[in-house]
């Protein structure tokens, strides 16, 4: 069961902006932790596409970007392209009673 | 940095299996590693992590006593023994490189093994 709770789907035509949200509580995102972002494309394992809220590993686009306040977060891709269709996943950890590292419930990008 | 994962395979409920993940690429004693499983069409869920010496070891509550995590720094190995395992482990376990702290994401990872459990 996850902790972190994000929109099943969104979707966007190229060139548009799409955001996704990841809520989570006071004993995760809001205790201060941070949060990371990873994109699946189907049948290939996930990849590291955000770290410490909003940082990007060399070789990500800019077009992607992170955000923080409170027990949420967020995650934008401007300049939609075909490329970005894939499954995105929010991490943090949890201080709480479900255990050290959490994911997201995952949200489907689609490139209409 | 490669972690390649191996092991996986079809196994009755109450058997066991022992996954593998060779890591190169990287100087596997000094980090943490992980292993986070996918069950089929569902999310990602954290199963287990090892500290870089191996004296420290943390788990999700569902595999609390029935798995093991273990590495041989000698070997650049990561490796989980599962036992006594039920219909809900079926999953792809993935190998991965952290975190390192609480604010620590999982770096890289590797291609994943499938599990299935099935009688």
């Known amino acids: 069961q996850s902790v972190l709770t994000q929109p099943p789907s969104v979707s966007g035509a190229p060139g548009q902006r799409v955001t996704i949200s990841c809520t989570g509580s006071s004993s995760n995102i809001g205790a201060g932790y941070d949060v990371h972002w990873y994109q699946q494309v189907p049948g290939t394992a996930p990849k590291l596409f955000i770290y410490g809220n909003n940082n990007r590993p060399l070789g990500v686009p800019d077009r992607f970007s992170g955000s923080k306040s409170g027990t949420s977060a967020s995650l934008a891709i401007t300049g939609l392209q075909a490329e970005d269709e894939a499954d995105y996943y929010c991490q943090s950890y949890d201080s709480g009673l479900s255990g050290f590292y959490v994911f997201g419930t995952g949200t489907k990008v689609t490139v209409l | 940095v490669q972690l390649v994962e191996s092991g996986g395979g079809l196994v009755q409920p109450g058997g066991s299996l022992r996954l593998s993940c060779a890591a190169s690429?990287?100087?596997?004693?000094?980090?943490?590693m992980s292993w986070v499983r996918q069950a089929p069409g569902k999310g990602l869920e954290w199963v287990a992590n090892i500290k870089q010496d191996g004296s420290a070891k943390y788990y999700v509550d569902s595999v609390k006593g029935r798995f093991t995590i273990s590495k041989d720094n000698a070997k650049n190995s990561l490796y989980l023994q599962m036992n006594s395992l039920r219909g809900e482990d079926t999953a792809v376990y993935y190998c991965a490189r952290g975190p390192d702290s609480s604010w620590s994401p999982f770096e890289y990872w590797g291609q994943g093994t499938l599990v299935t459990v099935s009688s």
């Open positions: 690429g990287f100087t596997f004693s000094n980090y943490w």
